[in-house]
């Protein structure tokens, strides 16, 4: 088998829910080849969790349509990265010892602190979907496109965090991926920039020169309105992964200067946060653009 084809059939299975039927030997060096495609997995997440909110706006009012929105999108990851979330949260809100908080994030079980983090992370993504969702006229076509740019740079800094920073203990799952370093950080970089470019090039496609097969004919005649969503959109894909750095960085930074490192749990926190971020600023800047109600 081809080792490119072996080592993203790996980030796939290892990533997501997505169906990849091959028989697959997760050792270190697999797991360290597959860390660059994270990007791309995280595309794909993004274009089926976008896929999946126009059914659910077509067939359901926005505020369902949102909830349901928001479980294909951790439905498609088998929520690996909120379990680490959780953990991450009953461990670092502990204040106990650095052995103690290890201890703590290895536990199985759940405890106040990490069901609070839950709560709190998953009513603010959905609340921020049903904004987005609830985009009057044209905006919400490029919402659909937009929506992907979380997942794939949340998944960009876990490659960076992975490669930059060391592992708190010896065993567990950050260990597996020991050895990962600049040359896997910037693949998986430009990876992350090719399907950013993507994004781009289609918005500007569909909101700069839209002709007769354009989604809404309405569309083509309201230039000044097109620009609007298409400066919003462009700055959304240029401030992403700036936001993804800081807050990758600050998260990172913390948990490292607590724990002497980052662990498997660290590392899905550190998704989950970018996500969040990201989503954030770019209702921000649809607020701000006036295009949200």
């Known amino acids: 088998m081809n080792r490119e084809i072996e080592a993203m059939a790996a980030a796939f299975q290892f990533l997501s829910r997505i169906p990849v039927r091959l028989e697959l030997d997760f050792g270190n060096e697999l797991l360290r080849?597959?860390?660059?495609?994270?990007?791309?997995?995280?595309?794909?997440?993004?274009?089926?969790?976008?896929?999946?909110?126009v059914l659910f706006q077509w067939l359901l009012p926005t505020a369902p349509a949102a909830v349901l929105t928001l479980c294909l999108w951790i439905g498609l990851?088998?929520?690996?990265?909120?379990?680490?979330?959780?953990?991450?949260?009953?461990?670092?809100?502990?204040?106990?010892?650095?052995?103690?908080?290890?201890?703590?994030?290895?536990?199985?079980?759940?405890?106040?602190?990490g069901v609070i983090a839950c709560i709190l992370l998953l009513g603010l993504k959905g609340s921020l979907l049903y904004a987005l969702l609830a985009a009057g006229d044209h905006s919400k076509y490029a919402v659909y496109i937009v929506m992907i740019l979380p997942m794939i740079w949340s998944r960009w800094y876990m490659v960076k965090a992975i490669a930059s920073w060391p592992t708190a203990?010896?065993?567990?799952?950050?260990?597996?991926?020991s050895g990962t370093g600049r040359t896997e950080r910037n693949s998986a970089g430009w990876i992350a920039l090719g399907c950013t470019a993507a994004i781009a090039l289609i918005l500007w496609i569909v909101f700069q020169q839209p002709g007769e097969w354009t989604i809404d004919n309405h569309l083509a005649g309201d230039a000044a309105r097109r620009h609007l969503i298409?400066?919003?959109?462009?700055?959304?894909?240029?401030?992403?992964?700036?936001?993804?750095?800081?807050?990758?960085?600050?998260?990172?930074?913390?948990?490292?200067?607590?724990?002497?490192?980052?662990?498997?749990?660290?590392?899905?926190?550190?998704?989950?946060?970018?996500?969040?971020?990201?989503?954030?600023?770019?209702t921000m800047i649809w607020y701000q653009f006036g295009l949200l109600g």
């Open 169 to 177: 203990r010896q065993e567990g799952l950050a260990a597996l991926f």
């Open 230 to 282: 298409l400066t919003a959109s462009l700055l959304c894909c240029l401030l992403s992964p700036i936001c993804a750095w800081l807050v990758g960085e600050g998260i990172a930074r913390r948990a490292a200067s607590r724990l002497g490192g980052l662990t498997g749990d660290i590392y899905g926190a550190l998704n989950e946060g970018v996500e969040l971020c990201i989503l954030l600023l770019i």
């Open 77 to 113: 990851t088998g929520a690996l990265h909120l379990d680490g979330w959780m953990d991450s949260a009953d461990g670092l809100l502990s204040h106990r010892s650095r052995e103690q908080m290890l201890e703590i994030m290895k536990d199985s079980r759940v405890g106040a602190m």
């Open 33 to 53: 080849r597959s860390v660059k495609y994270y990007p791309l997995i995280g595309w794909v997440i993004g274009i089926c969790t976008a896929a999946g909110a």
